[in-house]
């Protein structure tokens, strides 16, 4: 067992904790008029504000105690120092080298990173600018203009949130699409409407093995092959690999020429700026995706070198931890006041779930502590419109990270004053709630009083940049990974690996093939043969 719960800091947290269920937000605001300003603080374009969460001075003192007894600093330097801090799978996890200065020094085993990942930058960005110059090619000779992402976790959602997020800065003339799921919709309707001669398919996968990615590129194959008729050779240029898989790769008839590699200590939820990230290169261009890097490495210095009580990443971590293990709050809900960032929360669900859903430390013991929260959200403010109530009212503790920009990237009428307006709103309600005595005095029923009552209390952090920017995406990525990181050390558990999700995996390859094997023997439990045998049924088979 985790020897966490012993050591002093926790148990001063825990009586901490118990002295401090009965405090209400509004009181702390009362007594204190510079909390928001002594609890705000500002880093590679962002600032945290804080001060709508259930603590005080003692409480970060203890946490920031919480995090020099777990060693956060040393941890976190050795990450950064390409130590093998991935001991499961003993590599480094060195995402931090991706977006690194083209001059700095990072050696893994005693060779320098740097010019490797500047290698494959500058070949990515010989492929997007041929690209968006329509110089690349079809079978017909017509020019690429479709460009569909295959590819599934890290090699998906990662583009497919950034491509979002910056759309405003994309190339129009190029239509972007992207495909994961193993469900044949999927693809059918990425590339309905789409001209084959027109199309690049862009194989991304690190390992060039996963079940749903190699079954899309193959029938992506036969979509081109159908069209383009019997020359195999024809369609070679309707494809490239992110992977680092060569001979995979090659074998399914991409050439190492159309192949951008990254290295084994890129986890594939840190990989949307290695090669993985070439469709977000092509949609927003080169030049704007060094700005993306150079807001993740802005990020990456601040955490790497601010004061841990300076520190956002840190401060985040900690507050997750805070909630997660003394106020059992499961969850987290991630609330982005910009649309083009509608698939942030679930890029982060992979970041922090895949990161931090694990049950043993470091060293394999069991821990007795909650870890890993369950991240969720959607755009502000459509989720006002649907599950906010349960916030404000409902019975569970949900911290809230609240996200938003001064400048909209589409001025238009009131708009951004409205969408600023609610999601400080909104903050305010959760924080301050309404009391029955101000319910009251609007002269409402004492009937109806108590329906109206807001607890308040719930807490949030305001997240706020000028303006939705590649290099502030950037950073708000590097923000939430360290972050991540952070409660990672905490815990004592690996971040970087994800060993849940191989089980299912060969459960699902070994029940595909009894499916498709006519009277084999069934030997799973009695819940899994009946549902394997009713859908040979419902198939005829
Ligand atoms: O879901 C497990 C996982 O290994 C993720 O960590 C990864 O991002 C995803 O599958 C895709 O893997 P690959 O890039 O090798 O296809």
Redesign the pocket.
């Known amino acids: 067992m985790s020897t966490l719960r012993e050591t002093g800091v926790w148990k001063a947290l825990h009586s901490h904790y118990l002295s401090f269920q009965r405090i209400q937000l509004r009181g702390l605001f009362a007594r204190d008029k510079k909390r928001a300003e002594r609890y705000t603080v500002e880093a590679a374009g962002w600032r945290l504000d804080y001060s709508k969460h259930r603590i005080n001075d003692k409480t970060l003192k203890l946490l920031f105690e919480l995090a020099r007894e777990c060693s956060l600093e040393s941890r976190r330097d050795a990450m950064f120092s390409g130590k093998e801090v991935n001991t499961t799978e003993q590599r480094a996890a060195l995402h931090i080298a991706l977006r690194a200065p083209a001059d700095s020094v990072i050696n893994v085993a005693g060779v320098n990173v740097v010019p490797e990942v500047q290698a494959i930058l500058k070949r990515m960005a010989e492929c997007a600018e041929l690209i968006r110059a329509g110089e690349w090619k079809g079978y017909s000779g017509r020019p690429i203009r479709n460009i569909v992402n295959i ?5 998906d959602l990662g583009p497919v949130m950034a491509c979002g997020a910056l759309c405003h800065y994309g190339e129009r003339k190029l239509r972007l699409r992207f495909v994961s799921n193993v469900d044949g919709t999927d693809f059918v309707e990425a590339v309905h409407g789409l001209r084959p001669d027109e199309t690049l398919f862009i194989i991304a ?3 060039f093995t ?1 079940l749903e ?1 190699m079954t899309n590129a193959h029938t992506a194959r036969h979509w081109l092959q159908t069209a383009a008729g019997r020359d195999r050779k024809a369609i070679t240029p309707h494809f490239v690999a992110l992977s680092t898989n060569e001979k995979a790769v090659n074998d399914f008839g991409i050439p190492s020429k159309q192949m951008f590699g990254f290295q084994e200590w890129v986890g ?2 840190y990989s949307m700026d290695s090669a993985i990230g070439l469709s977000i290169m092509i949609a927003i261009g080169p030049e704007a995706f060094c700005e993306m890097l150079a807001g993740f490495h802005a990020m990456d210095e601040h955490f790497r070198s601010a004061p841990l009580e300076q520190n956002l990443p840190v401060i985040m971590g900690l507050l997750n931890v805070w909630y997660a293990d003394f106020f059992d709050a499961g969850t987290v809900a991630v609330l982005p006041y910009a649309h083009s960032l509608k698939r942030f929360p679930a890029y982060l669900q992979q970041l922090t779930m ?1 990161s931090n859903g694990k049950h043993v430390t470091l060293d394999g013991k069991s821990v007795d502590y909650h870890t890993g929260s369950v991240f969720w959200g959607e755009p502000g403010t459509n989720g006002q419109h649907s599950f906010y109530q349960l916030i404000h009212q409902g019975t569970h503790l949900i911290p809230c990270d609240f996200i938003a920009f001064a400048e909209s990237l589409n001025p238009v009428g009131r708009h951004q004053d409205l969408l600023f307006a609610n999601v400080i709103a909104q903050a305010e309600a959760l924080a301050m709630g309404k009391t029955l005595t101000e319910v009251q005095k609007e002269g409402v029923s004492a009937e109806l009083a108590p329906h109206k009552v807001m607890k308040g209390n719930q807490p949030s952090s305001l997240l706020f940049a000028k303006r939705l920017t590649p290099t502030s995406l950037g950073a708000l990525v590097a923000l939430y990974e360290h972050s991540v990181f952070t409660q990672a050390t905490i815990w004592d558990i690996n971040p970087f690996d ?1 060993w849940g ?1 191989e089980l299912g995996k060969r459960l699902a390859s070994r029940i595909a093939e009894e499916i498709e094997t006519p009277d084999v023997t069934l030997a799973h439990d009695a819940s899994t043969n009946a549902s394997i045998r009713w859908y040979c049924y419902m198939r005829g088979q």
């Open positions: 590819g599934i976790g890290g090699s996968s690190k390992t996963t990615t594939g939820r895949e994800q999700v």
